[in-house]
């Protein structure tokens, strides 16, 4: 059974860092035959793109959060991280561990990422 685990998310002041872990386990996933990302999803709106690493050569991000956010993949461990920089309130939101491979869609549970003073 494939399972991906999120964790890293918390409270953290405006300006401040994040790191954010995904884990994937019950499955091994080629570096360029996957799609790995993030998406977020805060109170009253739509699950959005974050950022994602396309086939290991492409990388995409949202344009609110480019120069702030860096995503990074581990495949010796199954892996793909996000590291959050000078956060803003705006960022505030339940964050998704997203992989694509095999014509499979898989999901993590979130974690919640709160930017307040």
């Known amino acids: 059974q494939v399972q991906l685990v999120e964790s890293g998310g918390g409270l953290v002041q405006p300006g401040g860092s994040l790191r954010l872990s995904c884990a994937a386990s019950g499955i091994i996933f080629g570096i360029y035959t996957s799609t790995v990302g993030w998406y977020r999803q805060a109170p009253g709106k739509q699950r959005e793109l974050v950022a994602r690493?396309?086939?290991?050569?492409?990388?995409n991000y949202a344009d609110s959060v480019k120069g702030r956010f860096t995503i990074s993949r581990d495949g010796a461990k199954n892996r793909v991280d996000l590291q959050m920089n000078s956060l803003k309130p705006e960022d505030t939101a339940v964050y998704y561990c997203?992989?694509?491979?095999?014509?499979?869609?898989?999901w993590g549970q979130g974690t919640q990422v709160t930017v307040s003073s």
């Open positions: 997203n992989l694509i491979f095999g014509g499979y869609d898989y």
């Open positions: 690493i396309i086939s290991g050569v492409t990388t």
